[in-house]
């Protein structure tokens, strides 16, 4: 079942195991709230719902830097790490594995970011940032 709310605004996955995957808000304490709200209205429908087990499984963000960056040349400098298949997608896939992150950079200087928790993806943004100074246009 998909279950949308308005306030915070979130779009829940309702699965009939009793998990519920909650999308959608724009942090740690809106995603709580808005899973407790969704507890609460399915309460009232007259569902046994008891608010546990929550925690944030993902973090998704977007950073813009000020510069254009040279992608080719900043896959080269970065090897292990970071992938670029221009072909098949146009961003270089930077993973971090000691904070389980992974980048997605985009020439036009735009990052996206994934990663477990706030603070992995802010360390992942600290941690790209010389590396793709370098690599400037």
Known sequence: VLMKLRKPRITATIWSSGKVICTGATSEE???FGAR???RSLQKLGFQVIFTDFKVVNVLAVCNMPF????PEFTKNNRPHASYEPELHPAVCYRIKT???TLQIFSTGSITVTGPNVKAVASAVEQIYPFVFESRK
Do not use: H, P, S
Request: overall charge positive.
């Open 99 to 101: 904070l389980r992150a």
């Open 30 to 32: 809106e995603a709580k």
């Open 68 to 71: 254009e960056i040279r992608l």
């Open 37 to 39: 709200r969704l507890a």
